[in-house]
């Protein structure tokens, strides 16, 4: 039987336990709402800490594959996902089935949309955030927010920009122009027309036409942000919320007229050092040999050419008796593809990047631009071999500043890297390097960003 004292004492513990969850409720919260890859997350971290130990709650949302990685770093996670519709069965043959079929899939996936939507409105009504962190590509997602009435910061974890003239899009690898005249505003904005133009296509021409030759109502994101009081402007990857910017780099790293006249606040170097990346065997690891790391980073097995890349770089390794590397391949290939290799070769399906890099003297790399900053950060020189999206425009901010080397990945062979190795090793690239990584370890608490975000809440 419990006595008198016992009871008094379960209830004064549930009574602190109350208060310290009505506490923790009332502690303003911050919602980061990223693209779904796993290095938009790592790049959130330091960020979310220096948030956190400020005293504010940090939540995450997005889908269930990235769950687990953010928890491990000690914050809290909410799936916002739609429930997974049926598999659709192969389309019939032709005639008007054929049409039907797909008239249906079109009014399933827009169900789910509209299901998602309401789920991450209701979450937003349950947690009442203070502030929304949302990466601009993924634009739609602005319309909870606006709705619920929480206001919204761009959390951007490219260079991706909206349009300006004054600088080339991320999306080419053209070099920012040394003249201010007409003819760099001409030639910036032919380059920008080539990606803005045919997205502007789609989404106010084709999108119409093809609910219309389907009879579905049309369904335009862009008039339903506008009309809940969102502004839009047009970027690489299309159309984003017209709001200030935070955009993970040091301003040093990217062009110098990208800054001029933007909302953007260059938050600092974002690399989480002391994240959870899993163990690691460096059981075979020889001492005295410099270290290679090549990565393609999370989509390696979309990339066309990829497998052309680890096969260049395994065979000139090979060769290069007095180097030592890890080829991380992802989901491109299996670990065994490349034939018996010398011990000192090791391909591996994940590697801890920030482990390695710390050990590494040359990075060979696709140009994410989470990679970039991690390799700044531990001070590695770079041969990019850019793949898509901001890649081109990363690897142009690499040769820019004097980082390393770029190459063309639809071509390259094992000459190719060699040729490529041999470059690298002139001590400029050592030199400049070093530099950059002086500018990002001294922003790495990312205390711009951190400043910002209480400047614009006590405003608010």
């Avoid at 419990?2 to 009574?15: F, I, K, M, R, W």
């Avoid at 709650?57 to 769950?67: D, H, N, Q």
């Avoid at 927010?145 to 929480?150: D, H, I, K, Y």
Wanted: glycine share 6%.
């Amino acid at each position: 039987m419990t006595n008198s004292s016992e009871t008094a004492e379960q209830a004064a513990a549930l009574g602190t336990a109350s208060a310290d969850e009505a506490q923790y409720s009332a502690t303003p919260a911050i919602l980061f709402i990223l693209y779904p890859e796993r290095s938009a997350f790592n790049a959130s971290f330091t960020l979310a800490r220096r948030l956190k130990e400020r005293g504010y709650r940090i939540l995450y949302g997005g889908l269930e594959e990235f769950r687990d990685h953010v928890i491990a770093q000690g914050f809290h996670y909410e799936l916002l996902e739609p429930l997974s519709p049926e598999n659709p069965a192969d389309p019939p043959p032709r005639g008007i089935r054929r049409w039907l079929h797909y008239r249906r899939l079109i009014r399933q996936g827009r169900e789910v949309s509209e299901e998602l939507m309401a789920r991450c409105e209701d979450y937003l009504k349950a947690t009442r955030p203070t502030l929304v962190l949302l990466d601009p590509i993924i634009w739609s997602y602005a319309l909870p927010p606006l709705r619920c009435g929480v206001p919204i910061i761009s959390f951007s974890t490219s260079l991706a920009s909206a349009f300006n003239t004054t600088v080339p899009p991320v999306f080419c690898d053209l070099p920012p122009s040394h003249s201010k005249g007409w003819k760099a505003a001409l030639r910036h904005g032919i380059a920008w027309s080539k990606f803005i133009v045919p997205m502007w296509w789609q989404l106010h021409f084709l999108e119409p036409l093809h609910s219309l030759r389907m009879f579905l109502p049309p369904r335009s994101m862009i008039a339903r942000i506008r009309r809940n009081g969102g502004r839009i402007r047009w970027s690489e990857y299309g159309p984003r919320l017209d709001v200030p910017e935070l955009v993970v780099s040091p301003r040093e790293f990217d062009f110098p007229q990208a800054a001029l006249g933007s909302r953007r606040i260059y938050v600092g170097s974002c690399v989480e050092v002391s994240r959870s990346d899993g163990a690691f065997d460096w059981s075979w690891r020889e001492a005295d040999k410099p270290l290679l790391y090549c990565s393609l980073g999370t989509y390696s097995h979309v990339y066309p050419h990829a497998r052309r890349l680890f096969e260049a770089v395994i065979a000139a390794l090979q060769r290069r008796e007095d180097m030592q590397a890890i080829v991380q391949v992802g989901s491109c290939a299996e670990t065994d593809a490349f034939g018996a290799l010398p011990a000192r070769i090791r391909v591996v399906k994940h590697a801890p990047q920030i482990e390695v890099l710390a050990r590494a003297n040359v990075f060979i790399t696709h140009g994410g631009l989470g990679s970039v900053r991690e390799a700044i950060y531990c001070g590695v020189p770079m041969l990019v071999f850019p793949c898509w999206n901001d890649q081109p425009g990363n690897a142009a901010r690499i040769v820019h500043h004097g980082l390393g080397l770029g190459g063309d990945i639809a071509t390259v062979d094992m000459s190719a890297i060699l040729r490529l190795l041999g470059k690298i090793a002139d001590p400029g690239f050592m030199n400049n390097i070093r530099a950059m990584q002086a500018v990002f370890r001294a922003q790495e608490n990312c205390q711009a960003g951190v400043d910002y975000i209480e400047e614009r809440l006590r405003a608010a």
